[in-house]
């Protein structure tokens, strides 16, 4: 794909202007504090290039130990990221709409310790709007990305930790619900 397609195809990344609906957040967001990590000008791959978290800390969350405790969710090889382990639903599951369209895939963490999600509309904007994360650029665009394809930044504490498992738990429902 061209520069000059994929600069046509862009998203605004925080554009959620009507996306409303049926959310599976327990409960408000917080908003994140602080400003916005920077992402990288190009889509793919899409990326935080600030804000990280000190090397100190080291979050416990992984999609393994995520997935451990969630029976509705099994792991495998990511789609998206094909060097690194992705949430699905477990086998034999319905899934939502969405995870067709990524491959029933939920979510995967980077290297950097940020991670790409699906979520519901109301979540995601939700997620966006308070400042977690942000649309990718190409979501609902193209690449079997749905129009809720939400880059979460890179926790930078325990509690970080804590939104972003609510998130994750969230994207579970969301791609599990019987819808």
Same mark, same amino acid.
């Given at each position: 794909?061209?520069?000059? %397609? ?21 409960? #408000? ?22 804000? $990280? #978290? /000190?090397?100190? &800390? *080291?979050? !416990? ?7 451990? *405790?969630? #029976?509705? @969710?099994?792991?495998? %090889?990511?789609? &998206?990221?094909? $060097?690194? /382990? ?6 034999? %599951? ?7 369209? !990524? ?5 995967? &963490?980077?290297? /950097?310790?940020? @991670? $790409?999600?699906? @979520? ?37 504490? #325990? ?6 498992? %609510? ?10 619900? /019987?819808?």
């Amino acid at each position: 794909m061209t520069v000059l %397609r994929i600069r046509v195809l862009r998203v605004d990344p925080l554009n959620t202007i009507g996306w409303a609906g049926i959310g599976y957040l327990s409960g #408000p967001l917080a908003v994140r504090p602080g400003s916005r990590p920077t992402v990288a000008p190009y889509p793919i791959p899409h990326r935080q290039i600030d804000q $990280h #978290p /000190d090397r100190q &800390f *080291t979050p !416990s969350l992984t999609i393994a130990s995520f997935v451990a *405790t969630r #029976p509705a @969710l099994t792991c495998a %090889r990511s789609h &998206f990221e094909t $060097h690194t /382990d992705a949430a699905f639903a477990a086998p034999g %599951r319905p899934i939502h709409s969405d995870g067709e369209v !990524s491959g029933g895939e939920i979510a995967h &963490f980077h290297p /950097d310790g940020s @991670l $790409h999600v699906v @979520l519901a509309r109301a979540d995601a904007a939700q997620a966006v709007d308070k400042g977690w994360g942000e649309l990718h650029p190409l979501a609902g665009r193209t690449a079997g990305l749905p129009a809720t394809y939400v880059l979460l930044y890179s926790p930078r504490n #325990p509690n970080e930790v804590a939104v972003v498992e %609510r998130l994750l738990d969230a994207a579970a429902a969301h791609m599990t619900a /019987d819808a």
